[in-house]
């Protein structure tokens, strides 16, 4: 074991950390409802001990869960693009996770962003009475009151985060000819809502901009603290695995800003290292939120997997339970896990689990092959083995049941069982695009990513020439084929008439993330393989496809063998 030793200046900065997280306060608005209030104690109690993960929920984002098992305890969303709000407190009341809103206000329709704005927002008129941008404020404030108040009537607390990054400049409420009006628009809404529309389910979040402003500029947006209850930093490009004093630098500068408030990781490109937040080295945020999903090229799934499952970072499964009613289980399936490496060529299938109730009792958690019951395990660990499985592809899911007879489903796990995939490490050959070769190296986080058309394709050499009946199809973000072919040829592939089609898909829907076609044909010989893509889904036009895997399984012992 080695010990530390830390120098003067990170002496000092360990002892910030700590001192900054003793102090938090009392909220700033006394009529806190008890909900909002529970999960206000909830943060000052955790703040310095814990780091709580966070999640923002968009259709464009890759979902953690799926990735790392475990669920965030903070999700955030956007008002300006919420939805159906009584799904969403429908959602938040079953689950029970912290729930965070900031709002990309588009004042008077327009664009949020300064520099795609068609008219620009004068902020001094904006907080002034009797102006037409006042009255359009107070409006455009009301509709988004409405939305909150369908939360508060459901008594879900929100950890509201409104003219977030609130110093950068490129939003339009960044007033920076006089800084003053930004911050009068901060207590306008605050007084508005708390005073006159009564939303007391609502903690005040306030969040700078990246970016190397001094203190003293910063200072000048901050409304001051008897409006705000916890404070923070928007944080990008930085080192998250290491400690990147740049970290330190925003904590201190915001301990300045807005001194005795808990300081939040309002976004993020990934959670910060929790090795050297948990020892000191790095400060130690209330929560860190980011702003991507899982995998993308700013949060690895390697990284994401670490930090959901260390022991300093506080995921949903780990919150107490807020609130009134029952909440629903929380279930993850922790091994095998869903990057490329679920393949059981030999042995049984051993799958590790985790079930919590936070206000009971896990009754049993039930495992499942596709739609198939498997097995199930009373009590915990839930941890179980599927001996004798047949051979095949399948989608292996777990469900909690509580006491009450709720069941949640866990994230997806695409497995093999009993086969082998002919097309691992094979050579690929394409008709454009950059790394064809992701596309058979065994990992779903890597892809090949073709030209900007339609028409593409891409071939996989096996070798020599086997018996085969199937092809795995497994997509990137967003961009998949809405009408494609499986081809094989046992011949040159590069002669005319070569090629024989044996499947075509036609009309696929479009689908998010994670899109997987297993395509099953007549049993054929074949020495080539062949994607052909001819139309993209879902009119998603602005980039090619992104293939993170085909796969040519076969059983085990149809491998060894050559037609």
Known sequence: MRTLVLGTAAAAAVALWCLAAASAGEPVNPNLSPEALQVFKYLEATYGKKVLAGYNVYVHTPDDYEQTGKQAAIWGRDIQWLGDVKEVAEHAKRHRYILTLHWHWHFGTDSAWTGKRKTPVDVGKLVTPGTAEYKQAIAEMDAAADKLQVLADARIPVLWRPLHEIDGGWFWWTDKKKSENTAALWRLMYDHFTQVRKLNNLIWVYSAGVGKQDVEYRKRFYPGAAYVDISGIDIYGVDFKTADPKYGDYYRAMSQVSPGKMLACGECDEIPNPDLMQNGTLPKWLYALPWWGTPSPQRPADWAVKTMRHDFIMTLDELPAFGEGNIAPHIGLLQPLDDGSAWFPDGPVKVNAYAVDRDGKVQRVEFYADDKLIGAVGTA?????????????????????????EKTRSNKVRMAVGMTDLARGKRVVASSGESPENAVDGEYFSAWSSANSDDQWLYVDLGSTYRVDRVNLLWGWKIHPAN?????AVGDPDL??????VAAVKGRAYQTWEATDRVRFKATDARYVRLRATKRAGNQTWSGYKLTSLEVPVARELAKQKP
């Open 484 to 488: 494609f072919t499986v081809d094989v």
């Open 496 to 501: 005319p008439g070569s090629w024989t089609e």
């Open 381 to 405: 660990p839930y941890d179980f083995t599927w001996n004798n499985a047949p051979p095949g592809c399948y989608d292996l899911t777990a469900v909690a049941i509580d006491v009450k007879e």
